[in-house]
């Protein structure tokens, strides 16, 4: 045990207003120091801020401390105090000049009272490791004062020998690869060489290893591994009866359902181009992209009809899932019946072409590049722990990224998939009930909407089967994070990627528990890397540019240039700093931060503080136009009815917590904020320029 007093000195090669700069601001206490985390500021005001820190770890325990900041002489002196545990670290800055040149140094006291009682971790080290503890924080103030070029994470991407073989060990444990008769072993490899790492050969490679094991389990019935590997045979073939071959691209506007995924297989059969087409899409927008894209044919559920009835005549359209279409509409399973058992090697697999959100923009058709082997599957499975012959839920959309990249994933586990054909909160959980899933793939508004419901709804569902949930496509809340691990446990990971890099980082419990807001790590085969302007590394906790590189990057957009790179590495238009632990954690969108009055401000903390609000179900925030100060922020809020929360009472509560800067000038208050089907909201929708 510590004793209660600690006093540590420590000189710095920097001046003393540099070193004052950074002591005085406090996310860098979170980012600087291990073992601090999940930010939450209370109030700030010139000399003077209160903030909650979240301490410690899952095996230690993880305690919420309020701490506040207070000048004593500026540039002098500041104290840190915890006045709910009685703690206080003063701290002193010295200044000195060495040399001939009088080049300035910085000598920090630091005395602590009561360590102890701030951080779970302190309460169990020595004085001398407290004493560690803090040089090692200050070696980081050092770093960010000089610029150290630090910001750069790499899982094995760049040691080929060690990444082969942690991809061997980890396929092994997770038994995607696993002792069987050899007569199933020769017909799985056969398929995967036949089709590569693909989804015709995920399903062949499961039809000969686990033939009769369910694949798929739609509303309407299920399927196993070996009908989607003979149905989709008979279905590719009667595409190419109908003239349809590896030239071509093939459109599919469909939900989640067993019909969906068959053409996806038998189109990658076939050797031909498939454009997953967004049922969230205006009708203009997709007749563009079929002219663009030429597609040979279109495949459409029944219900999605009006979507493109501006489409011409001369593009032939079959009817997908067991509803009917018109009447003269041959379906799936007509092309089915009329199809053979085999079908030849073509001269390349096809690809899916996925189209990009459009959120800021119109949407982009992204080239999807094949999985490269057992590569793909060990990455995800290095963050995230999926095991084999387990069931998962996919609501999340299959023409998005993340539920595709789900969906080819589950190839590998031999894993069951249930696809509901539309996400409904209280349903999900049914399903999860009924079939004991043990794997969620969600976009982030499902995960508000499993949370909005009445908690004695939650309770007539038994969710304990569930092991990961994983949520991709936009940021969740600290509020939100928080709220779903006390309710259902510690099973979230969060995933932070897109279309152009695929994975980026995946963030587990156990980082989301300290740091709710972190995006996490790089999975085995990444690199991430926060760059300056110059392409440099910017210094752990320094925001800059994230560039991702990994084997998964996409092959570029049809009819865009593609985004920035550095180093083999893409940008992904999003700004983020790197944590002490590693982590990485994003800023915002390099298209959404503004300059107010000659300040750089990011919508994400005021979103992230309004979040915490109570009556607050949504929340997004974009900059607008502004005559005296540039540009300022406006607020969109989607309230509880009845709350009286107004737009005076979100402005004050701004101000008190981040600062005048930080202020909304406009607060709108909406019944719901307009979100892509990946479950991003739709700035370009909310930001209109007002000039007052």
Avoid at 129 to 138: D, E, I, S
Avoid at 465 to 489: E, I, K, M, N, Y
Avoid at 525 to 542: H, S, Y
Wanted: some cysteine.
């Amino acid at each position: 045990m510590i004793a209660e007093v600690v006093e540590v000195v420590h000189e710095l090669p920097l001046a003393r207003q540099v070193v004052w700069n950074i002591l005085i601001q406090p996310e860098n206490y979170a980012r600087l120091f291990s073992g601090i985390g999940g930010l939450e500021q209370l109030e700030q005001d010139g000399s003077y801020w209160r903030t909650t820190f979240r301490a410690g770890s899952l095996a230690i325990g993880i305690e919420t401390v309020e701490v506040r900041l207070t000048v004593g002489r500026w540039y002098e002196r500041l104290e840190l105090s915890a006045p709910q545990v009685g703690a206080l670290a003063a701290v002193r800055l010295e200044r000195k000049f060495v040399g001939y040149h009088q080049v300035e140094r910085t000598t920090v006291r630091v005395t602590y009272l009561a360590p102890g009682r701030v951080h779970p971790g302190l309460a169990r080290m020595s004085k001398h490791a407290v004493l560690a503890w803090t040089r090692a924080g200050l070696c980081h103030v050092l770093e960010l004062g000089q610029a150290a070029p630090k910001s750069v994470l790499i899982n094995g991407e760049n040691v080929p020998i060690r990444r082969s073989a942690d991809v061997a060990g980890q396929i092994i444990r997770t038994g995607v690869i696993a002792p069987s008769r050899p007569d199933r072993s020769v017909r799985q490899l056969a398929g995967l060489a036949k089709w590569r790492f693909t989804l015709p050969g995920g399903y062949a490679a499961g039809a000969a290893l686990d033939p009769d094991r369910p694949a798929l389990i739609d509303d309407y019935g299920s399927r196993t591994f070996a009908e989607i590997d003979r149905r989709t045979n008979a279905l590719a073939t009667a595409m190419a009866d109908l003239g349809i071959d590896g030239h071509h691209s093939i459109g599919l506007l469909a939900h989640n359902h067993t019909g969906m995924v068959e053409t996806m297989v038998a189109a990658g059969k076939l050797g031909a181009d498939l454009v997953l087409l967004n049922a969230g899409l205006s009708g203009s927008q997709l007749e563009e992209i079929a002219q663009r894209e030429r597609l040979a044919a279109l495949f459409v559920d029944a219900d999605l009809e009006p979507l493109v009835g501006y489409l011409h005549d001369g593009i032939p359209r079959y009817t997908t899932g067991a509803r009917r279409g018109p009447a003269d509409r041959s379906t799936i399973d007509d092309l089915i019946a009329l199809g053979r058992s085999r079908i030849p090697r073509p001269a390349h697999p096809g690809r899916l072409l996925v189209l990009t959100s459009g959120t800021s923009g119109a949407p982009k058709c992204a080239r999807r590049p094949h999985p490269k082997g057992f590569g793909t599957i060990a990455a995800l499975l290095s963050r995230i722990p999926l095991r084999i012959h387990e069931t998962m839920l996919i609501p999340a959309p299959l023409f998005h990224t993340w539920g595709l990249a789900a969906l080819q994933l589950s190839t590998a586990l031999r894993a069951t998939v249930v696809l509901p054909e539309e996400f409904d909160a209280e349903d999900c959980l049914r399903l999860i009930a009924e079939h004991r899933v043990t794997s969620l793939i969600v976009v982030p508004t499902m995960v508000h909407r499993i949370l909005a419901l009445p908690s004695a709804v939650r309770a007539r569902y038994d969710t304990s089967s569930l092991r990961v949930v994983a949520s991709c496509g936009a940021p969740l809340p600290a509020a939100t994070v928080l709220r779903f691990l006390d309710a259902f446990g510690d099973i979230l990971y969060n995933i932070y990627g897109s279309t152009e890099v695929s994975w980026a980082t995946i963030a587990g419990p156990e980082d989301l528990r300290l740091s709710p807001t972190t995006a996490g790590r790089p999975p085995l085969g990444t690199k991430v890397a926060v760059l300056d302007a110059d392409a440099r590394p910017v210094p752990i906790g320094a925001v800059g540019r994230i560039f991702v590189g990994n084997h998964m990057l996409f092959d570029g957009y049809v009819n865009s240039t593609p985004p920035a790179a550095a180093d083999g590495m893409l940008d992904t238009g999003d700004l983020g700093y790197v944590d002490v632990a590693g982590r990485l954690f994003i800023a915002g969108r390099d298209d959404e931060m503004i300059i107010s009055g000659g300040e750089n401000v990011f919508p994400r903390p005021v979103e992230e503080a309004l979040s915490f609000l109570p009556y607050v179900n949504d929340v997004a925030v974009v900059g607008v136009s502004d005559s005296e100060f540039g540009q300022r922020l406006a607020a969109f809020v989607v309230k509880h009815q009845d709350s009286g929360l107004d737009s005076a009472m979100i402005q004050t509560y701004i101000r008190n917590r981040l600062g005048r800067v930080a202020v909304p000038r406009d607060v709108s208050f909406l019944t719901e904020l307009p979100r892509g089907a990946s479950g991003k909201i739709v700035k370009r929708l909310l930001a209109t320029e007002q000039v007052t």
